[in-house]
């Protein structure tokens, strides 16, 4: 199968890891999958959240934040000024989860990382994105700490990627763009450690049920696409 876009099924986006793009984020580096653009940036925080600062052990933390900004999609989407949507907390909380699985918390000391995820251009894997993006942004924000001698090296524990994949008139697709995901029968959200270990995945049967057969498929996939996109992390960490 050919995508709109020339693709094969198996086939990420044009990915791109653009480090340092925030003058003054301890991290900062712009994400773009084809048309999905994410600006993640990440601040060390030396003040803990009230509920961690009398925690034994003594322990870390990093929290995210994502947000669309108004013109990032087709139509105008209004900020969240007061409270932020279901779905802005749900993907929030995803790409925290995640990114919590590639720090050892109990040797980032009485600090915490916030990582901020904002969408600057939408076009379907916006979380997964962002999962990517902030990775990069996490290592090069601690970087820094590791070589001064204030953070060991084995404070950053894994390499996290993520990737969506989904089942599109029969056929399972990597990376998908928003009319794929629009039109997918099955869409889930696969975010991955090295060594293909599962952090979380996200999957629905958006129009019917899928087979373990089918899931297993898909995982595959995800698998293949996050080795890939672990790739290019590399470079720009």
Same mark, same amino acid.
């Given at each position: 199968m050919t995508r709109e876009d020339g693709r094969s099924a198996g086939q990420l986006r044009s990915i791109e890891f653009q480090p340092n793009f925030s003058q003054w984020a301890e991290g !900062? %580096?712009?994400v773009k999958f084809g048309n999905t653009h994410v600006l993640c940036n990440v601040t060390i925080d030396e003040n803990l959240p009230p509920w961690l600062r009398n925690a034994e052990p003594p322990r870390?933390?990093?929290t995210a934040e994502y947000a669309m900004l108004p013109r !990032?999609?087709?139509s105008r989407v209004n900020r969240e000024q007061r409270w932020p949507k279901g779905r802005t907390q749900e993907i929030s909380r995803l790409i925290g989860r995640s990114l919590r699985m590639a720090v050892d918390l109990s040797l980032l000391g009485p600090r915490q990382?916030? %990582?901020?995820c904002d969408v600057l251009q939408a076009d379907g894997g916006t979380r997964t994105a962002a999962i990517c993006g902030g990775w990069v942004a996490v290592k090069l924000a601690l970087q820094p700490l590791i070589e001064g001698g204030v953070l060991p090296a084995a404070v950053l524990k894994r390499q996290i990627a993520a990737? !969506? %994949?989904g089942i599109v008139n029969g056929e399972a697709l990597l990376d998908l763009a928003y009319g794929e995901?629009?039109?997918?029968e099955v869409d889930l959200n696969v975010v991955m450690a090295s060594g293909e270990e599962l952090v979380e995945v996200q999957g629905t049967g958006e129009k019917a049920p899928f087979s373990r057969?089918?899931?297993e498929k898909l995982l595959?996939? !995800?698998?293949?696409?996050?080795q890939q996109l672990m790739r290019l992390q590399l470079p720009a960490a």
């Amino acid at each position: 199968m050919t995508r709109e876009d020339g693709r094969s099924a198996g086939q990420l986006r044009s990915i791109e890891f653009q480090p340092n793009f925030s003058q003054w984020a301890e991290g !900062s %580096v712009l994400v773009k999958f084809g048309n999905t653009h994410v600006l993640c940036n990440v601040t060390i925080d030396e003040n803990l959240p009230p509920w961690l600062r009398n925690a034994e052990p003594p322990r870390g933390w990093l929290t995210a934040e994502y947000a669309m900004l108004p013109r !990032s999609t087709h139509s105008r989407v209004n900020r969240e000024q007061r409270w932020p949507k279901g779905r802005t907390q749900e993907i929030s909380r995803l790409i925290g989860r995640s990114l919590r699985m590639a720090v050892d918390l109990s040797l980032l000391g009485p600090r915490q990382l916030i %990582v901020d995820c904002d969408v600057l251009q939408a076009d379907g894997g916006t979380r997964t994105a962002a999962i990517c993006g902030g990775w990069v942004a996490v290592k090069l924000a601690l970087q820094p700490l590791i070589e001064g001698g204030v953070l060991p090296a084995a404070v950053l524990k894994r390499q996290i990627a993520a990737i !969506s %994949v989904g089942i599109v008139n029969g056929e399972a697709l990597l990376d998908l763009a928003y009319g794929e995901d629009a039109a997918a029968e099955v869409d889930l959200n696969v975010v991955m450690a090295s060594g293909e270990e599962l952090v979380e995945v996200q999957g629905t049967g958006e129009k019917a049920p899928f087979s373990r057969a089918e899931l297993e498929k898909l995982l595959d996939l !995800s698998a293949e696409g996050i080795q890939q996109l672990m790739r290019l992390q590399l470079p720009a960490a």
